[in-house]
């Protein structure tokens, strides 16, 4: 949340399975497992980003032009330059960071 704020001011909204991450008009990510030693968090894009290091996932949502990207981290470390890249496209709606 600490990095994520560094990005833009968020707000965390509890769900019955996951807890949304919103920049205030819409959310923006998900967290939607919380582990022993990890978090699991996934960033909704319209357009698959295949060319990177910090997803170990990348699935489109059927019927829909959303692509989900599956980010765990194990530790504060995993949060570095390219994946702020990427928390900044979400919160800025996929404009350029």
């Known amino acids: 949340m600490a990095k994520f704020n ?14 949304g991450i919103s920049n205030g008009q819409k959310r923006v990510a998900w967290v939607t497992q ?12 319209k357009q698959p980003y295949q060319d ?3 997803f170990q ?4 949502v059927p019927g829909d032009e959303q692509y989900n990207h599956h980010f ?3 530790n504060a470390d995993d949060v570095n ?3 702020l890249n990427f928390m900044m ?3 800025n709606g996929e404009r350029s960071a």
């Open 89 to 91: 496209l979400a919160y």
């Open 34 to 45: 919380l582990g022993k030693n990890f978090i699991h968090v996934v960033f909704p894009f």
């Open 6 to 19: 560094e990005v833009g001011v968020v707000e965390l909204h509890p769900a019955k399975t996951m807890i």
């Open 72 to 74: 765990r981290m194990y």
């Open 81 to 83: 330059d390219e994946l």
């Open 57 to 60: 996932k990348i699935a489109r």
């Open 52 to 54: 990177n290091l910090c």
